[in-house]
């Protein structure tokens, strides 16, 4: 609806999805009492033993094949297991068994409604200037979730080392609601006075998300099943509520001189709940300037050739506080403490987590210079800069040490700093005087990390085979040096010591030179970070057709896939890829190892598992280059459809078509951890998709 002076807009909607979930997803859930190797979807799907059939009739009874199976009145439901007594004393379960048994469904109905005023000040008190313009506008929204769900986790059991009992049968139910309310309140001023422009901008926000979680579940249900939560043996429940509150003021002035001399400057301030009390205000100022040497009398160069010349320059600081609610605050354990007084056991609560009580904003500070030029009547565009970004007072889990005797592993901090800093090149090309029509662009850029600090008392932090040390990269790879297979006695004997190695083994350099090799011989090797990323994206045109096509990619990129990895270990009863066949081949006196794949085994008595240390044979040179999407299109003329149907668009499409690398994993570009950047620990293939479609405007 609009007036004369302000104008109004509202919208409602309601969503309703009936989501039925994997049991075991590729996130690895955790199933209380299921015991066993029990993974996610892909890799253990992955790793199976071939020799196991996806589905066997036979399982429904087992009783006379696995003793603990007689506590049970179905078994395996009829999917393919193993044997003890056949296939030897493997602990692993069969997805499909796992997938299909275990039920989570979740319903959710949201409703989201939004309105928003704008009213031009200025017009409303009779004054109407085209050089200058006043508005204040609100902004409000509010939405709410309910969501509902639903798990059920029945017993069953495939083996004497894989099952799930009857006391951890589980049924759960669950409701969650969440809430969202927001509020902007915006000043805006804008006016041009001869040459001069400016433009202001004063605001205030406010936003609150509130959640509620109720939980009851029932453990040990009578057969046949009916699934209520007062069915079970036992039943539990428990209840939490949440708030987080964030509430800023903004400033930003925006001028320019003749669209010459370009400044722009802003401040806000936040305060968040999720930080403590006296220190959850941050200031964030920033501040760019441009230079357009265009448009200056004094301009060296031809106007056709070069048309556009600016310089810029920026600062500008963020904050963060993505944490979960209450992390500063203490809390006690109900009754989880005893203590005997004069003979009697008193039960009580003591706080038995420690946290950290000063949580303030993490920041990041830009800084940023740059370049971009226009040629040939902009034909040509380039653009150059380079960055840097320095993050402060990173907010993230610091390990608690052992004796330090409290219940909690790690501790939310404010304690390290980092920076990222590196250059960046856009150029584009477009001619479009003909009926065939193009333009091409590419983009690079590049990257050096550096930890400036851990911020709790040590220069180095080890998560597993990766290593962050302060003045060097975040997450290293680290581990032993691969120097080969010991071809025969001779070789190993001539080695330094490698406690319990036998012909067949992998060998590994002794970095100390002490005559043996041990953990103190692990070392940094290498990074997990592609130090460029690239893309190449170019689009054409030939009357009325089109075909666009983005690609990009990433070099002097290093990963370590866990798959692979354990499709290739040289130990266990696993499944293993078709290269390990050729492993313990020997020449006809057994004297000498042939192979190029390490001797396998079943068990190992030596002092390390010397054929699957994490060492530079477990990292891959993963550069990549990856045609994202190809679409071709075509565009039917308007006086076909008369006046009824306008811009008709017939397209076909494919996205992730092929990836050029000589990477051995399922994808490529995925999201490593904060401190395992080069770790892929089962990231789930993209999709190679195709689709067409007709676009058209009423």
Known sequence: MDTKFIKFQTSLVYSHSDQDNMGLSNASEYVQGLYGDVTNILRGTLLMQPTIKAYDSSTWVLDNLVGIANNFNYDAYGYG????????????????????????????DRFVGTGSADVDIFNMFGFNSKNHKLNY???????????????????????????LSKSNERLTKGSRIYSDALIENVLTYDGTIGKHHINVVAGQTYEEENTDLLTGWGINFTEPYF?????????????????????????????????????????????????????RWGTFPSVSVGWRFDKESFFPFNPDVVNMFKVRASYGELGNENIGEYMYQAVMSRNNMTYNFNGNVVTGSAVST???????????????????????????????????????????????????????????????????????????????????????SANLSTLRNRVTSLGFGTDSYISGSY????????????????????????????????????????????????????????????????????GLNARFEYKRFDLSIATFGALNYHVSDDIYNSLNSC??????????????????????????????????SASLGWNDLFSSRKIQNAAYWKIANVELGYNFPDKWFDKYVSDVRFYISAQNLHTFTGYHGYNVDYAGGTFTPGYNFCSYPTARTFMCGVHFTF
């Open 81 to 108: 297991v193993y044997y003890d007594t056949i296939h030897g004393d493997i602990s692993a379960s069969n997805p499909l068994l796992v997938n299909n048994l275990l039920q989570r469904n979740t319903r959710v």
């Open 137 to 163: 506008k609100i902004n409000l929204s509010y939405s709410k979730a309910f969501c509902k769900d639903f798990t059920w986790i029945p017993a069953w059991v495939q083996s004497n080392r894989v099952y």
């Open 227 to 279: 699934l209520q939560l007062q069915n079970a043996a036992n039943t539990y429940s428990e209840s939490y509520e949440y708030k987080h509150a964030i509430l800023s003021y903004i400033g930003r002035i925006n001028y320019n001189y003749d669209d010459r001399y370009l400044l722009s400057a802003t401040v806000r301030r936040d305060g968040s709940s999720r930080l403590t009390r006296s220190i």
């Open 354 to 440: 420690f946290v950290d009580n000063n949580l303030a904003w993490e920041k990041k500070k830009t800084y940023n210079v740059g370049i971009d030029l226009a040629l040939f009547r902009n034909r040509l565009e380039f653009t150059a800069e380079w960055y840097k970004n320095t993050s402060e007072d990173l907010l993230y889990a610091v390990p608690v040490p052992e004796q330090a005797g409290v219940s909690n592993t790690t501790v939310t901090m404010n304690a390290a700093s980092m920076n990222n800093s590196g250059f960046e090149f856009s150029a584009t090309y477009r001619n479009r005087d003909h009926d065939f029509k193009y333009e091409v």
């Open 467 to 534: 290593i962050t040390k302060v003045g060097e990269e975040i997450g290293q790879f680290y581990g032993w040096v691969y120097e080969g297979i010991a071809r025969t006695q001779e070789v190993l004997d001539n080695h330094a010591t490698q406690e319990g190695a036998q012909i067949g083994d992998c060998l590994y350099k002794d970095v100390n030179n002490d005559g043996k090799v041990d953990s103190e011989d692990q070392v940094v090797l290498g990074s997990g970070m592609p130090k460029i990323n690239f």
């Open 571 to 604: 130990y266990g009863w696993g499944n293993k890829e078709v290269g390990m066949l050729d492993a313990n081949r020997f020449s006809e006196d057994g004297s000498t190892y042939l192979s190029n794949v390490p001797r396998t085994y079943v068990t190992n």
